[in-house]
Each structure stands twice: as structure tokens, then as C-alpha cells.
């Protein structure tokens, strides 16, 4: 069972930048699609982007296109998801996941889960 572990969150101000990471424990990341959701405090999960196991395609929920960019390396076994202007609203436990499912799928088709990195934006 392929274990995904997030880190890098934190507490950052408004317009700020984040990084987050995606360790994976075992080879077969590199054939899963990856995904970042969020979960804002008192909220339903949302979908935030999604990158395919190449890597050369990739989508974007609108709230962040443009402002966010997932990458992967599968050679290390980890995905990223760097993050930049910040908007309070964006305060959530984001998390990582992986599955053999398409770059638009939901979340519920994501077999594999990490426990999330919580993400803080205020001044």
C-alpha cells in the first residue's frame, strides 16, 4: 500500500508563496496521476490541480489557474504543488493524492491519500 506524505504548509501573509511537497513510498507513483485537493475549515474537499503520470499534461480548478503550478519528479518519487498570491480564503488542509484515474476525475476515484498539510494565509 503506497504511502503519500505532504509537508510545507504554514502560516504565510496575503500575496505570499507557498511550496508544498508530495513524498511517495514507493516506485509506482510515477504510473498514477496526482492530484492537490483542499478542505477550508467548515467545507466541503474541492479539487485544486491535477498532473498526469508523464507529467506533460496537467489541469487546473479557475480559482487557481494562472496563480498555482503542480510539477513531479518521478525519480525522486514526489510531486509539488507551489503556490503564489495567496488569498485568505485559501486557508485549508491541503492534501495529495494519487490514483490510475484521468486528469479531471474526482476525488473519490483517488485510491491513495495523504493526511494533509495545513495552509494558513493571514497577516
Known amino acids: 500500500q503506497m504511502q503519500l506524505v505532504e509537508s510545507g504548509g504554514g502560516l504565510v501573509q496575503p500575496g505570499g508563496s507557498l511550496n508544498l511537497s508530495c513524498a511517495a513510498s514507493?516506485?509506482?507513483?510515477?504510473?498514477?496521476?496526482v492530484a492537490w485537493f483542499r478542505q477550508p475549515p467548515g467545507s466541503e474537499r474541492e479539487f485544486v490541480a491535477a498532473?498526469?503520470?508523464?507529467?506533460?499534461?496537467?489541469f487546473y480548478s479557475g480559482f487557481v489557474r494562472g496563480r498555482f503550478t503542480i510539477t513531479r519528479d518521478n525519480a525522486k518519487n514526489m510531486a509539488y504543488l507551489l503556490m503564489n498570491n495567496l488569498k485568505p480564503e485559501e486557508t485549508s488542509i491541503y492534501y495529495c493524492?494519487?490514483?490510475?484515474?484521468?486528469?479531471?476525475?474526482?476525488?473519490?476515484?483517488?485510491?491513495?491519500w495523504g493526511q494533509g498539510t495545513p495552509v494558513i494565509v493571514s497577516s
Open positions: 493524492a494519487a490514483g490510475d484515474v484521468a486528469l479531471r476525475a474526482p476525488g473519490r476515484d483517488y485510491e491513495y
Open positions: 514507493d516506485a509506482t507513483f510515477g504510473q498514477y496521476t
Open positions: 498532473i498526469k503520470s508523464s507529467g506533460m499534461s496537467k
